[in-house]
């Protein structure tokens, strides 16, 4: 059964939006994006949108993309994914736990399978970044019948029907994407429209909204939630923190092997930036 609904309700008992941050799995490693996962728990994460690698990752700007190419030089792939989260998982029953995968993963596998291995590893949920709601029907019935939810994306300035649409098929939480383009923070993240999208999609029966692209500073994510959003999701301000430290990362690797002092080190000024990073960012869901 999803986590989600009991994650919002907490959340709005104690007068909190989400703040959910998004990190490649495998980024630099399997091993370091594991130990990354749970220094953003640490930090008070409320739950995890986690990305699998992929070669041609069309919905993501440059810092994401770089993300992609360095877990798959890492030889960091579906499985050695589902291995990461299945780990985490057994020490985290009970926060939710959402992947991020291109299409062609479930494609590849097959539906059925595919949503039937992410079932097995404790996934709540899935976004296919590139898979549009009006073609989500085959995929929502496999997640459905596999127990995950089927997220989709509400385009920014989205018509009504497609609104309505992304309400009836997503499960868990709808992404509200803040802006056209990308992923990144070159861009700033907008709240331009969004109460109006949240009240249709609310009108509806849809599932909790989440803001994200762009989302890089406490601000916004207060902004976000200030506009009817339930919480925020950030992949690129927290990705460019792991870039920052994967030149010092690999130096040490290059020295002394992986779990040596030096590199224990380097990995944990990387899980210290982000620690505070998701502190600063979750305290701006609280109401002040």
């Not at 370091?32 to 690698?53: N, Q, R, Y």
């Not at 997640?143 to 089927?150: I, R, S």
């Not at 997503?170 to 993240?189: D, L």
């Not at 030096?262 to 505070?276: D, I």
């Amino acid at each position: 059964m999803s986590r989600y609904p009991q994650m919002f309700r907490s959340l709005d008992e104690r007068g909190e939006g989400a703040f959910v941050p998004f990190v490649m799995v495998g980024d630099p490693t399997a091993s370091a994006s594991e130990a990354i996962i749970e220094a953003l728990i640490e930090g008070g994460a409320d739950a995890l949108e986690l990305g699998v690698p992929f070669s041609d990752p069309v919905a993501d700007g440059p810092t994401i993309q770089r993300a992609h190419i360095r877990a798959l030089e890492a030889g960091v792939g579906f499985d050695a994914c589902l291995e990461v989260v299945g780990r985490v998982r057994s020490r985290h029953p009970e926060l939710p736990i959402g992947m991020l995968i291109y299409g062609n993963v479930p494609f590849a596998l097959g539906l059925e399978a595919f949503y039937a291995r992410c079932a097995a590893v404790g996934i709540d949920s899935v976004l296919l970044p590139d898979v549009p709601v009006r073609e989500s029907a085959a995929f929502s019935a496999a997640a459905a019948d596999a127990g995950v939810d089927a997220v989709y994306i509400a385009p920014p300035s989205a018509a009504e029907h497609t609104l309505d649409a992304v309400a009836g098929a997503s499960r868990g939480y709808i992404y509200a994407v803040s802006r056209v383009g990308v992923t990144g923070t070159e861009h700033a993240s907008s709240t331009v429209g969004l109460a109006q999208a949240v009240e249709r999609l609310r009108g509806a029966g849809a599932a909790p909204v989440m803001l994200g692209f762009g989302i890089s500073r406490p601000e916004q994510v207060a902004e976000a939630i200030a506009a009817g959003a339930d919480g925020a999701i950030s992949g690129s301000a927290t990705v460019q923190i792991i870039e920052a430290h994967v030149p010092a990362l690999a130096q040490a690797a290059q020295t002394e092997a992986e779990g040596s002092p030096a590199h224990a080190a380097a990995l944990e000024a990387l899980r210290a930036e982000l620690t505070g990073f998701v502190a600063a960012m979750k305290a701006a869901t609280r109401a002040p």
